[in-house]
Each structure stands twice: as structure tokens, then as C-alpha cells.
């Protein structure tokens, strides 16, 4: 039974492959056709023409005049069993409350996102830790609301989170929080960036750009198979990328954020201080449970490896 699962995933892979290089021809040919055959075109533009694509497709699935964060949490889980703490999500903070099996998530990709190269690059991702990633920036996109994993509670009500958010609300379209500021030489062998972004909580504007780049850079290094192994999950799908992601866009690096206290907007992006979503870990300056700004318990109740 494990080989005849194995061949089979070997096979859907080499056929998932197949059919993007078949697109990728086909978007190359089609540029020569309609530019009588130019021979001096740089073959890069391929790549232009399939990025363009795609951002185009993810265009088409937003309005992107949303002003205001919606009042969704959205959280995942391998079967329909809700957490003893979604209530808390849901009932004291009056958010619509949507939680999401494999199944639901598989069938969201397919069905409502709906565009060929993501659905391949899903089916590409080798486990659901990586799949589980990748569609918490989808479903943010394409909704708006808040993403927070399946073993965090609440600790302060929705009218308590705008108030640390210092009227600043209306000026973004992307919350993050600090998860991790190790002022220490080893500090690669536990976090994937020296100053690295939490994405176990996000809150989102519907059609935000920085999530629209990094949905279409994880497709781009998925199918041009730049990682293929859960080992790569940091960098593939997880917070390394996520940190580039909003770092690169801003232009900034790990100095700007490091020993962050209260929150900061730049530009578009409001980042929250390790305290807001980390408090209580009793290191790298994060406060405790009742400090003003703690908004999350994150339980860690699972790896993950596993």
C-alpha cells in the first residue's frame, strides 16, 4: 500500500511538472506569434509574461477598495473538530467565525481560487503544514479578516485591539507582530530571520499586495521546484519568507524592528511589538499576559515537524 501511495504522488508530481512546463511554452509561444517572431526577445520574458499572469488572475479574484479589517477569523484544522477556545474567537469579539479541514482548504484552492498554477503548486507541497501556510495568505487575499492558528486564544476584546492599534487602523491594510528578536550569535540555529515576523496571527485588508507577492514568489520557487522537502518549510511557506515578503516591500531590515515596544506603521503595514502576539515567553523583551499590548496566547501545542 505505501508503494502504490508513493507511485502514485510520484506520478500526479511528474504530471503537475509536465503541464507547467506545457504552460509556460504555451505563454512563449504566444508572446512570438504576436510579435512576428522578434529574434532578439530575451527568454526572461517568459518569465515576465507568466508573473504577469498570474498577478493578473489574483487581480481579478479582489476589489481592492476595502477600508476597513473585516470581522472574520479564519482557522484550520485536519478534521471539523473546533478548538475549545474558537468561542472565544467568535462569541466574545463578535467575529464570523470559519474554520477549515483539509478538505475545505483543497477545495478553496480549487474551486474558489480557481487559477491553474496555484492549484498545482498546492498539490506540489508535500505536507499540510506547507499547504496549511500557503492558504492563510490565500484565503486573506481573497476575504480579509484575521488568520490565527488553531491553538491561540484571545486576551483582550476587538475594541481593546484598536485601541493598541493608536488609531492607526484606518491607515493600514496589513498587521503583523514581532515573533522573534534573539540578540544572540546563534541566533540562526533557532529562527529562520535575526528579527522574524509572526504568521501564526495576521490580520488583513482583502487584496493586500504584500500577500498577493508572496503567494506569487511561493508559487514561483514551488514549481520551479526550488524546495521540495518539509525541512525547507521556514523558507518554502512559513516565516522566513513571510518576513522577506513584508521587509523587502517596505525596504527595511532587521534594525528597523528590533526592540520594538509600541506599535509602527510604515507605510501601509502595522507591526506589532513581540509582546502583542508573543507575551509571556519570558525573553527577547517580550512583556507579560496583561501587559496593554498583549492581544494572543499562542499554546504551541503542536510542532511544526509533526
Not at 123 to 134: C, I, P, Q, R
Not at 285 to 299: E, I, P, T, W
Request: glycine share 4%; charged share 25%.
Amino acid at each position: 500500500m505505501i508503494m502504490k501511495s508513493q507511485y502514485k504522488r510520484g506520478q500526479a508530481f511528474i504530471a503537475a511538472c509536465l503541464l507547467n512546463t506545457l504552460l509556460l511554452v504555451a505563454y512563449y509561444l504566444s508572446r512570438i506569434s504576436s510579435e512576428d517572431h522578434e529574434s532578439n526577445k530575451d527568454f526572461t520574458d517568459i518569465t515576465v509574461s507568466y508573473d504577469s499572469l498570474l498577478s493578473d488572475q489574483l487581480r481579478s479574484l479582489v476589489d481592492p477598495k476595502q477600508t476597513e479589517f473585516k470581522r472574520i477569523v479564519f482557522q484550520t484544522s485536519s478534521d471539523s473538530t473546533k478548538s475549545s477556545k474558537w468561542k472565544s474567537w467568535s462569541e466574545d469579539n463578535g467575529f464570523e467565525y470559519r474554520l477549515y479541514t483539509d478538505q475545505e482548504m483543497e477545495e478553496f484552492i480549487r474551486n474558489t481560487i480557481n487559477i491553474d498554477q496555484i492549484t498545482m503548486a498546492f498539490e506540489l507541497m508535500s505536507h499540510n503544514v506547507l499547504k496549511a501556510d500557503f492558504f492563510r495568505y490565500l484565503v486573506l487575499f481573497y476575504y480579509g479578516g484575521l488568520y490565527t492558528d488553531i491553538d491561540t486564544e484571545p486576551l483582550k476584546s476587538w475594541e481593546d485591539w484598536q485601541s493598541v492599534f493608536d488609531d492607526e487602523e484606518d491607515k493600514a491594510s496589513l498587521v503583523v507582530g514581532i515573533e522573534a528578536d534573539p540578540d544572540r550569535i546563534d541566533w540562526n540555529d533557532w529562527y529562520a530571520r535575526r528579527v522574524q515576523l509572526c504568521q501564526w496571527t495576521i490580520l488583513a485588508k482583502k487584496g493586500n499586495p504584500i500577500l498577493q507577492g508572496l503567494v506569487m514568489e511561493i508559487v514561483k520557487n514551488t514549481l520551479e521546484l526550488k524546495y521540495t522537502h518539509l525541512d525547507d518549510a521556514m523558507e518554502w511557506t512559513g516565516p522566513g519568507i513571510f518576513t522577506d515578503a513584508i521587509m523587502n516591500n517596505l525596504k527595511i531590515d532587521w534594525k528597523t524592528l528590533t526592540g520594538l515596544k509600541e506599535p509602527k506603521l510604515i507605510e501601509d503595514v502595522l507591526v506589532l511589538p513581540i509582546t502583542s502576539f508573543s507575551p509571556g515567553v519570558g525573553h527577547m523583551g517580550s512583556g507579560q499576559l496583561f501587559d496593554r499590548v498583549a492581544l494572543v496566547k499562542h499554546f504551541f501545542a503542536g510542532s511544526w515537524k509533526n
